[in-house]
């Protein structure tokens, strides 16, 4: 009895000394492990960080080569050059609009500086249109241009000092997302300092370059502007022909989870109100997790989609602009849009933008039209703007021609050859109504041109000169 004590007092010695060393080596593993995790999210947070200021940086250079651009234009003698000029504004506008949108910022510094650059580019492609006709830059316009271009002066300059401040500062676009820790951080030290308690909005800008605050602001005391374009204020007075029953923030939340990654649920999401001429409930997935962010608006009248933005990067291009419309004519259709065609398109930076319209029974109703970003890398859509959509949709009568299409043909230059004709439903010049036309699509020499005729008078109502390039094509 008393030996088989004795080996079982030694026996337990040695089995905690084995449990220990067992203990030790798991830890050591797990050490390991978490220090391989850590080096692979600082690799990749890296990287991430590395887009994003690349991204700024393009932006600034695209804002300022519009900014040149549109001084030449204002200096330009001819109707030619000063058309060159213009179709450049618009394709950087369009490159530095798309660079800001990739940048995690607060969505009140984005949207207005967004638009801006949108209407940029949009006036300027109203510009080439109307000289493409023939006809050069009258007073208004040149008023106009005059506007935009000292308000893209200002924003140059606070872009430059921007940029010089976030390189001497440090900054980091990590911080713009702002996680619980930031905020923690900044209202730590503004206690430290002595100073009052910050709000989140508060600690939120605490923590991005001065100059980058004063954007949005600036953005938002620009003049109305009065062209012609998709994005013109003049145009968004007008009522949304779309409506429905008013939603609640708990409903959006609940429909913004059909457009999100699997897995999302709805108390991930944050809810503001924006108003505007379509006044939406903007519904936003913060950042984390690898994930970017994504912002959904749903109107706050009927819940229906007003746009959608994803904020992720760009990766090597793999598909084709074609590839491109299929993937945004099957989203469009898994979303709830009928009928729908795609016209349009152009390639950028690795994404392709695609102009969508409602057709029914074969009937381009061209002011119901939908933009879709489409990533070409995979094929995501990582973009939806439907507010033409949302603003002109609805149920029409009168498309039923009165003048044949042989009929319409004879009001068109005979030298055109006509590759395609068919009906649709245009704005009018003035953007006060609709007409529905016959449209000729046909080449003239080395040029293509659509023709409309109007479909109940005979006579031609439009021609526009299509633009095609490698990167897509344009209707001037």
Not at 191 to 199: E, F, P, S, V
Not at 360 to 385: C, F, S, T, W
Request: charged share 20%; proline share 5%; net charge negative.
């Amino acid at each position: 009895m008393a030996g088989r004590g004795m080996q079982m007092r030694r026996s337990r010695p040695v089995g905690g000394a084995l449990l220990g060393l067992l203990a030790a080596g798991v830890l050591a593993v797990w050490g390991a492990w978490t220090v391989h995790l850590y080096r692979q999210y600082q690799a990749l947070a890296y990287e991430l960080e590395a887009e994003r200021q690349r991204n700024f940086a393009e932006m600034i250079s695209h804002v300022e080569a519009m900014r040149g651009l549109m001084g030449k234009s204002l200096a330009a003698g001819s109707t030619r050059q000063n058309a060159l000029y213009m179709g450049e504004v618009y394709r950087r506008a369009s490159l530095a609009a798309a660079n800001f949108m990739a940048l995690p910022l607060p969505e009140e510094l984005g949207a207005a500086t967004g638009k801006f650059l949108n209407q940029i580019g949009d006036f300027a492609y109203s510009v080439v249109r109307h000289e493409a006709a023939g006809r050069t830059m009258d007073e208004a316009q040149r008023q106009e241009l005059a506007r935009l271009y000292q308000a893209a002066t200002d924003l140059t300059a606070t872009l430059r000092d921007t940029g010089q401040a976030a390189v001497s500062e440090g900054f980091r676009f990590a911080k713009a997302g702002v996680g619980l820790s930031d905020l923690f951080t900044a209202w730590r030290e503004r206690r430290a300092a002595g100073g009052a308690d910050l709000t989140q909005d508060q600690a939120q800008k605490s923590l991005i370059p001065p100059g980058l605050n004063q954007v949005g602001p600036q953005m938002d005391q620009m003049p109305v502007l009065v062209y012609d374009g998709p994005f013109s204020d003049h145009l968004e007075q007008r009522t949304p022909a779309m409506g429905g029953p008013a939603i609640t923030p708990e409903e959006a939340r609940a429909r913004a989870l059909a457009f999100l990654p699997e897995g999302v649920t709805a108390d991930a999401l944050e809810v503001t109100e924006r108003n505007g001429r379509v006044p939406v409930f903007a519904v936003r997935l913060p950042p984390g997790g690898g994930r970017p962010a994504v912002t959904v608006d749903l109107a706050r009248e009927g819940g229906h989609l007003v746009s959608y933005i994803n904020a992720r990067p760009a990766g090597e291009p793999r598909l084709t602009l074609e590839d491109a419309r299929e993937a945004g004519l099957a989203y469009l259709a898994a979303h709830g849009w009928s009928e729908m065609e795609p016209t349009y398109g152009e390639v950028a930076d690795g994404f392709a933008t695609v102009q969508f319209v409602h057709a029914p029974g074969g009937v381009r109703i061209y002011p119901d039209q939908v933009k879709v970003r489409v990533a070409l890398d995979n094929g995501e859509v990582v973009g939806v703007d439907a507010r033409s959509y949302v603003m002109s949709h609805r149920e029409r009568g009168g498309l039923t021609p009165s003048v044949t299409r042989e009929q319409a043909r004879a009001a068109v230059n005979p030298e055109l050859q006509v590759e395609e004709a068919r009906l649709a439903l245009i704005p009018t010049e003035a953007g006060d109504g609709e007409v529905l036309c016959w449209e000729f699509r046909g080449t003239l020499g080395e040029e293509t041109y659509l023709v409309y005729v109007n479909a109940h008078t005979g006579l031609e109502e439009r021609i526009l000169q299509m633009l095609i390039t490698d990167s897509g094509t344009l209707a001037l």
